[in-house]
């Protein structure tokens, strides 16, 4: 003889709505955690190639000639990979720093990184 439980069949599936809506809550966190971890990455690979393509015509011989500008921003496309496609290198000249503007889509919705460099010319004296 099998007993029926109104209390226990009352309580059937409740757990249904919070557990779906825990896991909804936890791959909306995993979601913006990947997108922050995407953005940080792309931020520092667009910095440090900056800076290397910056350094590299500052320290050039001439001085920041526009033959290093063109060899340094194909070297900084090729750092860059699929960043570099779409990058804008905007190069200036301020006084006795060499500027580099960068600015890249992210893989990701946080926006675009932009960074700007200023390295000082390098001269024998």
């Known amino acids: 003889m099998t007993s029926t439980n109104d209390s ?9 709505v919070g557990t779906v809506v825990g ?4 791959l909306t966190f995993l979601f913006f955690a990947a997108q922050v971890m995407l ?11 900056a800076y290397d393509a910056a350094k590299a015509v500052a320290g050039a011989d001439a001085g920041g000639t526009t033959e290093a500008r063109r060899s340094a921003e194909a070297a900084a496309r090729r750092a860059l990979g699929r960043l570099g496609d779409d990058a804008e290198l905007s190069w200036g000249r301020e006084g006795d720093d060499v500027v580099l503007r960068v600015r890249a889509r992210r893989p990701s919705v946080l926006g675009d990184v932009v960074r700007t460099v200023r390295v000082r010319l390098e001269a024998v004296r």
Do not use: C, E, I, R
């Open 39 to 49: 953005g940080l990455y792309a931020t520092s690979v667009v910095t440090a190639v």
């Open 8 to 16: 226990a069949s009352s309580a059937d599936g409740t757990g249904l």
């Open 23 to 26: 896991g909804f809550v936890f």
